[in-house]
């Protein structure tokens, strides 16, 4: 079974500066794609950044990227110029690409953007 | 409708009775997940229906909860002889087709809350 583990429960950034939310996965798959999902106070989760684990390139979107070393199994995501809409728990997720497809969540990472 | 919607948004019950939580998921979307979010938690998978597939209920907690979906549309979570430790909101998302490498879409979720 795929297990993700997000090590850091809680996070703070100063307006405008840069952070990098932590995430590791395990798993026996080549096949598989990763997401982090961002969910706000209002509870609506949504998709910040996907990335298939056949690319190397990383996936970036606008402020967001990842940092992807698959041979360590590491997912982490980087918030530039961070804004204070951007507080809120981050989920890593990993989705299998095989017969199951079942996405697995980490228990999340709660981000907080002071001014 | 636009989106993946949850009824009802609140639920508050007395320990002992039944309870049912539905899930509406995008028009067309085959694949369709429950998740348990408690307090300040991550998420905990519950079942997962894809297309006309048996279900994979693995990460249901008990045999007090079941799901069904009917149509390969509507969802509905019953949870049955609630007890206090199953208040937390839970979750539904759908997706297009193979889950796994496809974004998930969620509704705003159902808090329960067994007093």
């Known amino acids: 079974a795929q297990t993700v583990t997000q090590s850091q429960p809680e996070m703070s950034v100063q307006e405008a500066e840069t952070v990098t939310l932590s995430c590791t996965y395990d798993?026996?798959?080549?096949?598989?794609?990763l997401f982090w999902y961002k969910q706000p106070p209002s509870r609506q989760m949504i998709l910040v950044i996907r990335?298939?684990?056949?690319?190397?390139q990383n996936a970036t979107e606008n402020r967001f990227s990842v940092n992807f070393q698959k041979a360590a199994k590491s997912f982490s995501l980087k918030i530039s110029d961070s804004q204070l809409g951007d507080t809120a728990m981050y989920f890593c997720?990993?989705?299998?690409?095989?017969?199951?497809?079942?996405?697995?969540f980490g228990k999340g990472t709660l981000l907080t953007v002071n001014p | 409708g636009a989106g993946v919607s949850q009824s009802p948004s609140n639920k508050v019950t007395e320990k002992g009775k039944d309870v049912e939580l539905r899930c509406d998921p995008i028009?067309?979307?085959?694949?369709l997940y429950w998740y348990r979010q408690s307090l300040g938690q991550g998420l905990e998978f519950l079942i997962y229906?894809?297309?006309?597939?048996?279900?994979?209920k693995s990460g249901l907690p008990s045999d007090r909860f079941s799901a069904e979906r009917t149509g390969g549309s509507v969802s509905t979570l019953t949870i049955q002889r609630t007890q206090q430790e199953d208040s937390a909101v839970y979750l539904c998302?759908?997706?297009?087709?193979?889950?796994?490498?496809?974004?998930?879409?969620f509704g705003q979720g159902t808090r329960l809350t067994v007093v």
């Open positions: 998302a759908s997706s297009s087709r193979r889950a796994g490498d496809t974004e998930a879409f």
């Open positions: 798993t026996s798959e080549n096949n598989y794609y």
């Open positions: 990335q298939e684990a056949y690319k190397q």
């Open positions: 997720a990993f989705g299998d690409g095989g017969s199951n497809y079942k996405l697995t």
């Open positions: 028009s067309g979307h085959t694949a």
């Open positions: 229906f894809q297309g006309n597939s048996a279900p994979d």
